[in-house]
């Protein structure tokens, strides 16, 4: 049971120590930004992205920390080995998804840096540009639109961050828990007992000079 609650317990403290910092990045209203405004609407995809990836983190996280303690007591589904390459690309692709999610995030992010400058373009007429009254309206709508393209960028870059650590934990745990199957399956073949055909005394070799057609004694 060590692997098992060593993971679970490096995964929970690793995501707890992160989510009290962000709380209190809350609590101190440094989000607010991120929260208010067309901004709000980047926040909510990229964070429903980010919770997604957070629970299948999650629930890989508890079916590798099992199995590894199956493989400890020489049980499991994927004891019997065939061939150490399929085995090592079935284990690997149960967490490629979560690869795709962190690149999601960040993508995510990018779009959001392009929403904000369409924003910004949206917004601006021929009127504006020509006209020195409607100048304060313009340094707003450009604010406006460079907070949400920057703030979007942020906010995807960290989540793409926080779910890659995630990622690399995994790596490790997959990584462990295929050495552990291999090795086990190599213990068992070198004491299994060997089958096949008996092993008959070996012939006794000819005389030199029968070798050559005499006669011997």
């Known amino acids: 049971m060590e692997e ?5 317990a490096k995964f929970v403290a690793f995501n707890l120590t992160i989510s009290a910092f ?6 101190q209203g440094w989000l607010d ?24 983190s999650a629930y890989r996280v ?3 920390g099992g199995e590894l303690d199956r493989a400890k007591l020489g049980g499991g589904r994927l004891m019997k080995v065939e061939s150490e390459r399929a085995l090592e690309i079935r284990l690997f692709s149960r967490i490629s998804h979560l690869q795709h999610i962190a690149n999601a995030l960040g993508m995510l992010g990018l779009i959001g840096t392009a929403w904000g400058f369409s924003l910004f373009a949206a917004n601006i007429t021929p009127d ?3 006209n020195a009254a409607s100048a304060g309206a313009m340094v707003t709508t450009l604010a406006s639109g460079l907070g949400v393209a920057i703030y979007a960028t942020m906010l995807g870059g960290a989540l793409c961050l926080w779910t890659t650590c995630n ?10 828990l295929c050495a552990l199957i291999m090795d086990e399956a ?4 070198r004491l299994a007992p060997r089958t096949g055909t008996p092993d008959f005394a070996a012939p ?7 070798l050559r057609g005499e006669a011997t004694p």
């Open 62 to 64: 508890w079916k590798i």
């Open 4 to 8: 098992q609650w060593l993971l679970k």
């Open 22 to 27: 962000v709380f209190v990045l809350y609590a």
């Open 186 to 189: 190599h213990a068992r073949s």
């Open 128 to 130: 504006m540009v020509g």
């Open 33 to 56: 930004r991120v929260l208010t405004g067309h901004i709000a609407v980047a926040t909510a995809i990229i964070g429903i992205v980010f919770v997604v990836g957070l629970v299948m």
């Open 204 to 210: 006794q070799a000819a005389p030199y000079g029968a």
């Open 167 to 176: 990622l690399q934990l995994l790596r490790g745990a997959t990584a462990s």
